[in-house]
């Protein structure tokens, strides 16, 4: 792959929250070179293709965010071609077609970064730098009843994304999973309660729901002397540290043996943090370093969402 002054010739797949104004960012800043876009925007500096075959010729990498036109063939074809990939969906993924598409990008020495949009926002990189070493996780997310029929899958939309931030943070293998689920309003399960334990001691708890009276989506890391709460929801890092303990336990005043600060974080919208992620992307390329989220990683957390849907799949019963 040679890359001209560090200028990239892109594919773009479909629209998604991928806008007209990122692209003209990106080509103003020099990172793009040649746009092409295959059922994509009608962005005028936007050269237009008819199928995946018109790629070959004319990408370094391809963006894809239309999950209509993600299949696995296609991508195959991608790979052989030595184009860099970056996923903004994978339901359409099997865990075992994944793995195949890792084999074929190591072999092509191309990346493939798949789009998890929790890890840019700005108190996730905060919680990261500190180097945390939890000993017990507790991630709690629940979406308001939706007024429309739009389909959540609690699996891929809710449950998927924060089982990668978990995963990033813990930094050791899966030991057991266990997982139940319950449906109120649906014939799939619409609230999720599931236990993760890791080899290092470890231990998560994920509850996820579909139906909550009010959004919540917090994830709390414990460990000796400390726990850090990351709120999305307001976009907020709280810390509490516990200071030293008295020779005496009648001296002990809770709220002096505690020091508790919150950070606070400008909120940003999808758009910006997509912008992120595609800055990201180029960066990896050009830098030649890992993706921010690697296919193998996700085949990590992918692998606890399916251990996590066997378990529903076996304990819980549809209603007829």
């Known amino acids: 792959m040679q890359i001209n002054s560090k200028t990239l010739n892109v594919g773009i797949i479909g629209k998604g929250n991928f806008s007209d104004q990122m692209i003209r960012k990106f080509l103003d800043n020099k990172m793009f070179g040649l746009c092409c876009g295959l059922q994509s925007h009608d962005f005028e500096n936007l050269l237009p293709l008819r199928n995946y075959e018109e790629l070959d010729k004319a990408v370094d990498a391809v963006l894809i965010f239309d999950p209509a036109f993600c299949l696995y063939e296609n991508l195959v074809e991608v790979i052989k071609s030595c184009k860099h ?10 865990k075992h077609q994944l793995k195949r598409l890792s084999n074929y990008a190591l072999e092509a020495g191309i990346h493939i970064q798949i789009s ?23 991630c709690n997310h629940y979406l308001r009843r939706p007024n429309n029929k739009r389909k959540i899958s609690l699996i891929e939309d809710i449950l998927l994304p924060d089982i990668d931030i978990v995963l990033s943070m813990t930094k050791s293998r899966v030991k057991h999973v ?54 999305f929801q307001n976009q907020s890092l709280r810390i509490v540290k516990g200071s030293e303990m008295p020779e005496s336990m009648d001296e002990i005043d809770v709220e002096e043996q505690m020091n508790d600060q919150t ?3 400008e909120r940003v919208n999808r758009q910006e943090i997509l912008e992120k992620e595609i800055e990201s992307f180029y960066y990896c390329i050009v830098l030649g370093t890992e993706p921010v989220l690697s296919i193998n990683e996700f085949i990590e957390s992918r692998t606890v969402a399916d251990r996590i849907l066997d378990q529903l799949e076996r304990n819980f019963s549809r209603r007829k």
């Open 263 to 265: 950070n606070y974080h």
């Open 178 to 231: 266990s997982a139940t689920g319950v449906g109120v309003l649906y014939e799939d399960p619409d609230v999720v309660n599931a236990r993760v334990e890791f080899y290092n001691g470890c231990v998560a708890t994920i509850s996820a729901s579909k139906i909550a009276d009010k959004e919540v989506h917090k994830i709390r890391f414990f460990q000796n002397n400390n726990y850090h709460t990351l709120n």
């Open 85 to 94: 990939i970056f996923i903004a969906n994978t339901n359409n993924f099997t």
């Open 116 to 138: 998890n949009g929790l890890r840019f926002e700005n108190i996730h990189n905060e919680i990261k730098d500190l180097e945390l070493e939890p000993r017990i996780i507790e």
